[in-house]
């Protein structure tokens, strides 16, 4: 990874790649083909791991348990083998940093790490990331923080957090109060480097009492994603100019899918904002398909103050100003992008085990930025990824296995194939293969519906729906004994034009109840869409919904509980 850091200490260079749209239950990162694993109860032990951590480490945390100090992760993983730190889902570890006044809780500056499952607090930054790129925060819960919960400094590219939760930042200085802050000031450009990349904000809920913006996007910050996050605009202060739920400074900004909730707090002028701190910044920014209530009717979805944007399919409750400023509407939210990515290259095929091969590939580039990947094996297709990897697992052992990528663009223009990489299985016993798990319509519940009722879920037809309207309105499938649940796959009704909310919980009696995944949202289309959680034995599974970007409904025309 020299040459990469090389490349981002380079004066003035731009890396013009894109990323986003990661699915939760596909991601771009894997856990697999690990060199060790350590499991810590100590901070002392946390901090020998993160000291000796070499590619494909898996240091996983005790659960519930604090470990104090302040937390450096310096080593770098590859894109096949990041070094992960993680906990347990429903009992996460907390990393605490001794005060709100000082250190940073976790400070990341080596490339390709995971932080799953963790608890972040009680230090003046939460986590910052320096010169560190390709690294994934996943279900982080970030709070109490003297000022900002996330920071991606000092030329940190490709990165993403998602499915995460950030609140109760800035208590000691609430103008540094931001829950995700991107780039530097052009002040600090003499002590960063300013080009930060290409990082992706995805299904977060971030607030309340965030006192700054819910996310900052500095000039010099180029093709930063955020999509399908929900902003508590409670406690947003008005220092230092924080009226908005995003601000933003940098170029080629992707704004799509979130939902803000202004909450009648008065500082909240509009929902997102474009400045132009450096001249040439805060320009090309698209923001569309978010659905914001400003609770009046004067303040703006966007206020392109300085700079430009495009927008499309916005709204707002209740009615009342839209837009203001150097501002482009398209009726169609992919514009008039005719041009394909180019093809990935280097495409490298690896066996990991009898039953697992990785991939890895050099990213494509386009004229406005990649979305995601295919993957196909044998000639079909097989996922949908967002960054450079992916892997196959289920495999049958001893067998040769082709495979080729292609790259998209919001515009859904696709690349031409990249060249063929194969590899084939190791001999032994493959890991046991998760299969769809049997659920009579008998044994499908909710707590309300109308006439669509539970048993849709499970007809096998994605024309019939289960609907259930109103925030906490639940299906429940019992599997009929103790299960080891794995993922679902849910597909939802009419998702094409809005997105949905909702949180996974399993149960062994249907009584006690434990939630897996909390702020879960779907991807714009009305296909299967597979949720992974942590392998989990439970009888129940209960899909637990918070409404949709239109109205109060949750409606899933299909569910899949996959185990074993």
């Known amino acids: 990874m020299e040459s990469m850091k090389n490349r981002f200490r380079g004066k003035g260079i731009a890396v013009l790649l894109g990323l986003s749209m990661i699915l939760p239950s596909l991601g771009s990162f894997s856990t697999t083909a690990r060199a060790a694993s350590i499991t810590c109860s100590t901070a002392s032990c946390l901090t020998s791991a993160l000291s000796n951590a070499a590619a494909g480490d898996v240091i996983t945390l005790a659960a519930g348990v604090t470990f ?44 390709y790490w995971v932080v799953q499952n963790v608890k972040i607090t009680n230090a003046k930054k939460g986590i910052v990331l320096d010169n560190a790129n390709y690294t994934l925060l996943d279900q982080v819960e970030v709070y109490h923080i003297g000022e900002e919960a996330v920071h991606y400094r000092d030329g940190s590219s490709y990165n ?21 802050y991107v780039g530097s000031d052009v002040g600090k450009w003499g002590s960063f480097i ?27 910050a180029t093709g930063t994603i955020v999509e399908g996050n929900t902003f508590d605009g409670t406690g947003i202060s008005g220092a230092n100019a924080a009226d908005s739920f995003i601000d933003i400074k940098g170029n080629d900004s992707i704004i799509r899918y979130n939902i803000g909730y202004r909450n009648n707090n ?42 430009s944007a495009t927008v499309c399919n916005n709204t707002r409750t209740p009615s009342g100003n839209m837009y203001t400023g150097a501002v482009t509407t398209y009726t169609s939210c992919t514009g008039s992008d005719t041009i394909a990515p180019s093809a990935p290259t280097g495409l490298t095929a690896t066996a990991v085990s009898g039953s697992q091969i990785n991939l890895s590939w050099n990213a494509s580039t386009d004229n406005v930025g990649v979305t995601g990947y295919d993957v196909y094996r ?11 990897f992916a892997s196959d697992i289920g495999l049958t052992a001893s067998t040769t296995y082709s495979y080729y990528v292609k790259a998209k663009d919001a515009a859904n223009n696709e690349s031409a194939a990249s060249a063929t990489a194969s590899a084939t299985t190791e001999a032994g016993t493959p890991t046991p293969v998760d299969a769809k798990l049997p659920v009579p319509a008998a044994n499908v519940t909710a707590s309300t519906s109308d006439s669509n009722v539970p048993a849709r879920a499970v007809d096998g037809s994605l024309s019939t729906r289960w609907s259930g309207e109103g925030d906490g309105a639940w299906i429940r499938f019992d599997l009929g004994s103790g299960k080891t649940v794995a993922l679902v796959k849910i597909a939802f009704y009419n998702a094409t034009d809005r997105t949905f909310t909702f949180d996974i919980q399993i149960s062994e009696n249907g009584t006690t109840w434990t939630t897996l995944q909390t702020g879960l949202q779907n991807a714009r289309n009305n296909n299967l869409q597979t949720f992974d959680v942590t392998d989990t034995t439970a009888r129940y599974v209960r899909l637990v919904g918070h409404g949709n970007t239109s109205n109060a409904w949750n409606s899933y025309t299909e569910v899949e509980v996959w185990g074993r």
């Not at 609140?167 to 829950?179: A, F, I, K, M, S």
């Open 68 to 111: 104090p100090g302040k937390f450096v992760a310096s080593a770098n993983g590859t894109s096949a083998n990041p070094i992960t730190i993680q906990s347990d889902n429903s009992n996460k570890a907390i990393l605490d940093g001794g005060g709100t006044d000082k250190n940073y809780t976790l400070h990341i500056t080596g490339d």
């Open 160 to 180: 993403t957090i998602q499915n995460s939760y950030i609140y109760d930042t800035g208590t000691v200085n609430p103008q540094y109060g931001e829950g995700v």
């Open 194 to 220: 300013k080009e930060t990349d290409h990082n992706v904000i995805q299904n977060n809920v971030i607030g309340p009492n965030v006192r700054a913006e819910s996310i900052d996007i500095k000039e010099g």
């Open 266 to 307: 008065a500082n909240i002028n509009d929902a997102f904002q474009t400045n132009e701190k450096s001249p040439g910044w805060g320009y090309n920014n698209d923001i569309y398909q978010n659905t914001v209530d400003l609770n009046n009717t004067t303040g703006y979805v966007v206020n392109v103050k300085a700079g």
């Open 378 to 388: 044998n000639g079909t297709l097989l996922k949908n990824v967002a960054g450079t």
